[in-house]
C-alpha cells in the first residue's frame, strides 16, 4: 500500500492563525454596568389644563453599551422652561427593566413647558408639553 501525500494547504492554516491571534488579543473596554443611551419612552408631547396632572408619566429607559437594562440607576428630571408645575418624583430610579418615570403637574400659566431628564454621564433628553387655559 502506497501514502499518498497531500499538500500543504496554507489557505486553510493562516486564517485559522489570525483568527485565534486576534480572538486573544482582543480585550474588551466598555464597562457595560455603565450607562450608554437614554431614550423617551412615553409622555413627550401631551397637554393639560392649568393646575392639572398630564393623562401620561413621563418615562425614559436608560440602557448600557450593549442595550441590557441599567438597574437602579438615578434619574433626575426638572422644568427649565416657563410653565412652572411640579413633578413627583424630582428623582427616581430605574427598574429592572431600565425605566424610569415621574408624573408633571401643570402650573397655573399656560404655554409650553420643557422637562429636561439628566443621568450621570449621559446628554440629557427633553419632553415638550403644553398647558391650557
Known amino acids: 500500500m502506497r501514502a499518498v501525500k497531500r499538500p500543504f494547504r496554507a489557505n486553510r492554516i493562516i486564517p485559522l492563525v489570525i ?46 453599551s450593549f442595550s441590557e437594562p441599567i438597574v437602579n440607576e438615578p434619574v433626575v428630571w426638572s422644568i427649565v422652561a416657563p410653565g412652572g408645575g411640579s413633578l413627583d418624583p424630582a428623582t427616581s430610579q430605574t427598574n429592572k427593566d431600565g425605566v424610569a418615570w415621574t408624573r408633571y403637574t401643570a402650573g397655573a400659566t399656560a404655554g409650553a413647558v420643557k422637562i429636561q431628564v439628566r443621568v450621570s454621564g449621559l446628554a440629557s433628553v427633553f419632553f415638550d408639553e403644553t398647558v391650557t387655559p
Request: proline share 9%; glycine share 4%; with cysteine.
Open 19 to 64: 483568527a485565534t491571534a486576534a480572538l486573544y488579543s482582543c480585550t474588551l473596554t466598555t464597562d457595560p454596568s455603565r450607562p450608554a443611551t437614554m431614550e423617551i419612552v412615553s409622555g413627550d408631547v401631551q397637554t393639560a389644563p392649568v393646575n392639572t396632572a398630564l393623562p401620561d408619566s413621563l418615562s425614559v429607559i436608560v440602557v448600557g
